[in-house]
Every structure is written in structure tokens, then in C-alpha cells.
């Protein structure tokens, strides 16, 4: 519990941003290595700079079902609502920005308060290749932009 307590101090709920990855095996295994990439992504964007708290974690939705601060950060779900709680719990409520023949999908609320992406596949393959747009399209640095403007 200390090394957790540790963590949160490094944690500012309005600049680090969560990437958010299902507990179970089969997400751990293929949405997590994803959240990595994609945490490296934002960890080397200009918009991080010198602040250190600029910065992403990976965190699993178990962690972040279980704590309620956490839940104020800017937060981006990987892996669909079969395999992440948090997406299953925002399929519901976050609109659909980009769908791709029921393949794929980017939920994303450009106007909202709670910066909120759930990034999304059929699979790991077509999950893998929304990140990719995300990340290719622009959509990642709007995101950052809003997040640390």
C-alpha cells in the first residue's frame, strides 16, 4: 500500500493522463502492450515539456474502479467492453467519434469537462489499428491540447 500512496503523489488529476487496460489475462497480454506504446507516445510529446506531472501511467480498470481520485484524470481506455470494465461503463454514456464497419471504434467527447477517450476493436488487430488513428489522425494531439492547454 505505501508504494501505491507513493505513486499518487506523482499524480496531478488535471495533467497526468491514465491510460486505462482490462485485468484480465488476455488484455494484459494484448491491450497492455499497446497502452505502452501509447504511453510513450504522450510521455515524448512537446505539450509534456518540464512539468512533471505531463505525463501518462497505465493503470488496469481494476485500479481505477477502485479509486474514486483517479477517476478525475484524463483518462484513455484501451481494449473493448468485453475485456475493460471502464469501457464497458462508457460504451453507454461516451459518444462514438469514429466507427469503422462495427470494426473498430474511437468514443470521444470533444466538449466534455472529463477528457475521456475509450479506444476500441473487435480484436487486438483492429484495436491496434484504431490506436493508430488516433495517434496518425491528429485526434492524440487535440486530446493533449485540451488536456494541457
Not at 506531472?53 to 485500479?63: P, Y
Not at 462495427?102 to 476493436?121: E, L
Amino acid at each position: 500500500m505505501a508504494k501505491f500512496e507513493a505513486e499518487m503523489q506523482e499524480i496531478d488529476i488535471n495533467d497526468t493522463i491514465l491510460i486505462v487496460v482490462g485485468s484480465d489475462i488476455k488484455p494484459e497480454e494484448k491491450d497492455r502492450p499497446l497502452a505502452y506504446w501509447l504511453q510513450k507516445k504522450i510521455n515524448e510529446s512537446a505539450g509534456s515539456g518540464k512539468n512533471p506531472f505531463r505525463k501518462s501511467i497505465v493503470i488496469s480498470d481494476a485500479l481505477y474502479n477502485s479509486d474514486k481520485i483517479i477517476q478525475a484524470c484524463p483518462t484513455i481506455s484501451i481494449g473493448g467492453p468485453g475485456v475493460n470494465a471502464i469501457a464497458n461503463e462508457w460504451i453507454k454514456t461516451l459518444p462514438v467519434y469514429i466507427c469503422e464497419d462495427n470494426q473498430y471504434y474511437i468514443q470521444y467527447d470533444t466538449n466534455s469537462q472529463k477528457k475521456r477517450v475509450s479506444i476500441w476493436g473487435m480484436d487486438q488487430q483492429t484495436t491496434s489499428g484504431a490506436l493508430n488513428i488516433f495517434v496518425e489522425s491528429g485526434l492524440l494531439r487535440e486530446y493533449l491540447k485540451s488536456v494541457w492547454n
